[in-house]
Structures are given as C-alpha cells and as structure tokens.
Antibody, heavy 119, light 108 residues
C-alpha cells in the first residue's frame, strides 16, 4: 500500500542544521509532486514547501524561504528537506505528503518526524 | 497572503450533524480541500475539490463551496469523528498552499 515514512528529526541548537528524509513506497514516486507540512506543538498545520514530480519547480512558505531547501531523488524514492539557520519557531512535527499529479491536495501523509530547536 | 478563516470549535451530540465552515476572499473561485486530524495522528484527506470524497471516506462526510463559504458537513456524527478539521486551498497568485486555522469538533 502507499506509504510515506519520515526520518531525520531530532534536537538541534538554534542556528543549526538538520536534514529530513521521506521514503515513499507503494506508488510511482517520480510521477507525483511532494510537499512538507509542519505543525508546531498545539498549533495548526502550516505548509512549508512543495516540489514538482521531477524537482524542476519548488515553492516555499515565506517563513522558511532562503533557509530551507526541498529536493528529491527519484531513483531512491526519497524526498528531502534541508533545514538551515534553524530558529525556535521552526520546532514542529514535520510531515511529508504526496501531491497527486494535476491536483492541489495532499494525500497520503507520513506519520511525521519531530524537530526540536533548543539550546 | 491569502487567509482562510475557521471557527475554533464545534460541539455536537452523537447522531447529529456537525457543520464546519471555512471563509476566504473569493473562496468560491477556489477548490477547497478538507483534512481530519485525530489526536496524535497524521492528517487524513476527507474531501477534495470542494465536494469529492476519496475512496474509503464514509458518505457521512460531504463538502460544498458556495455563497462565500466552504463547508464540511459530517452527518450522523459518531464518537470517532472527534478531531481537528482543516480546510486548505492553493493560492494561484503566490503558488502557495494555505491551511485554515482548524476547527476542533467535540462529540458530546
């Protein structure tokens, strides 16, 4: 079945870096867009970044633009999020999700990986 | 930037109907999608493109988008429907995806 599994979360100091990964199984990864969505503790969902099926197009939320980079390796069925210059307000559960080709909704989602920013 | 507005909470008795609204500028021109997020779980898509249900989602979940408001309706509410519900759109002007602030549905 379709499955997305995130990893790479952890504790990082302010100003530090972290790279998240999302491995996809059960569908043709290279045909679909992918995105990252985050959720701070006790808060709502916030879209972070999206990439097209081949990685040619990438868009970012204003809150992370210039600090985060989304990428993908279709040969490994893996999505990445490189996070630099991390701040306290970047602390959240980060979810990856599939954006089906031709649509602008997200389904399915991974289980999420927790990023904590603390000194 | 585009903003989606949701009421913070809705309470409903079992068997009754929960109505969750989502407002935004000219929202009728957009395709609205809805997600259910139960406690400590990842979100699940329950309605896409205003009124379409993904496979596996019960018919009790329905959506509409007219009159300046998008609405998710949950009929014959069950205890298992207790969750946070988020609306979402794509803003063509910015190529950004936008989520509403979420509505917490409590089943009495």
């Amino acid at each position: 079945q379709v499955q997305l599994v995130e990893s790479g979360g952890g504790v990082v100091q302010p100003g530090g870096s972290l790279r998240l990964s999302c491995v996809a199984t059960g569908f043709t990864f290279s045909r679909h867009g992918m995105c990252w969505v985050r959720q701070a503790p006790g808060k709502g969902l916030e879209w972070v970044a999206v990439t097209s099926y081949n990685g040619d197009y990438k868009y970012y939320a204003d809150s992370v633009k210039g600090r985060f980079t989304v990428s993908r390796d279709n040969s490994k069925n893996t999505l990445y999020l490189q996070m630099n210059s991390l701040r306290a307000d970047d602390a959240a559960v980060y979810y990856c999700a599939m954006r089906p080709a031709g649509y602008n909704w997200f389904d399915p989602w991974g289980q999420g990986t927790l990023v904590t920013v603390s000194s | 930037s585009y903003v989606l507005t949701q009421s913070p909470s809705v309470s409903v008795a079992p068997g009754e109907t929960a109505t969750i609204t989502c407002g935004g500028n000219n929202i009728g021109s957009k395709r609205v999608h809805w997600y259910q997020q139960k406690s400590r779980q990842a979100p699940v898509l329950v309605v896409h493109d205003n009124s379409d249900r993904p496979s596996g989602i019960p018919e009790r979940f329905s959506g509409s988008n007219f009159g300046g408001t998008a609405t998710l309706t949950v009929s014959r509410v069950e205890a298992g429907d207790e969750a946070d519900y988020y609306c979402q759109v794509w803003d063509i002007n910015s190529d950004h995806y936008v989520f509403g602030s979420g509505t917490k549905v409590t089943v009495l």
